[in-house]
């Protein structure tokens, strides 16, 4: 199968603090993998996408940071929460062969 | 900036009607749309996908019309079912020159489909 795992599920953070979400995938090598981001109520925004390992491509301006330290493994940072930065943060996955997206189950944050 | 949209925020059917949920996009080049369906506190899961060399596409219970002149996208969902209540978003895609895919979509806002037994 092919598992896309995030985690903490959910997360509450002061503001000012570090983040870190993890997000990995089993079952396929060289995946393009996504953050996404989802504000209460409204659709997805992409914030991150990388093609493959060390490669990040930006698409949000702000205190957010990603990297890729392993083929199947994809990181959102931050070194000081904002409170606009609460949502619900996706991983997908897609493959350079199709462009379908398949997401992981989430990571809830809040930031208080 | 082009932007994928929803005419209708909210949907409620009886459980055995067929459901219409509609999609505007205004990026005429967009060549791909998807269809998730996301339930409350879970990710989207995909529900069906059509190119823009098609019209129509079925899948199990659902069709997915285009109508690249007017710019419009709908899912039709047969015999809905309480376990089909959920927000449904649509997504698009737009290729790079060389004809493929940059992987990136844009969601719209998304429609709230509610079944009632």
Redesign the interface.
């Known amino acids: 199968s092919q598992t896309i795992h995030q985690w903490p599920a959910t997360l509450v953070q002061p503001v000012g603090s570090p983040l870190s979400l993890e997000c990995t995938v089993e079952g396929t090598s060289n995946p393009n993998l996504y953050w996404y981001r989802q504000a209460a109520g409204r659709g997805l925004q992409l914030l991150f996408y990388s093609v493959g390992i060390g490669q990040i491509s930006s698409e949000v301006p702000q205190n957010l940071s990603a990297s890729r330290p392993q083929d199947r493994q994809f990181i959102l940072s931050s070194k000081k929460l904002l409170l606009s930065d609460s949502g619900f943060y996706l991983c997908a996955r897609g493959t350079q062969a199709t462009d379908t997206q398949y997401f992981g189950p989430g990571t809830r944050l809040t930031v208080l | 900036g082009e932007s994928v949209g929803l005419h209708l925020p909210t949907l409620s059917v009886q459980e055995g009607d067929n459901s219409i949920i509609n999609c505007a996009y205004s990026n005429s080049a967009s060549d ?1 749309f ?1 269809w ?1 369906k996301q339930e409350s ?6 529900i069906i ?1 059509i190119r823009s060399n098609m019209d129509k596409r079925q899948g199990q219970r659902v069709t997915v019309l285009l109508n690249k002149t007017v710019k419009h996208l709908s899912l039709q969902i047969a015999a809905t079912q309480p376990g089909d209540s959920a927000v449904y ?1 649509c ?1 698009e ?1 737009q290729y790079n020159a060389g004809g493929t ?1 940059y ?8 429609t709230i489909l509610t079944v009632h037994p």
């Open positions: 791909y998807i998730y506190g879970k990710g989207p899961q995909f996908d978003f997504a895609e895919s992987g990136k979509l844009t969601f719209g806002q998304g």
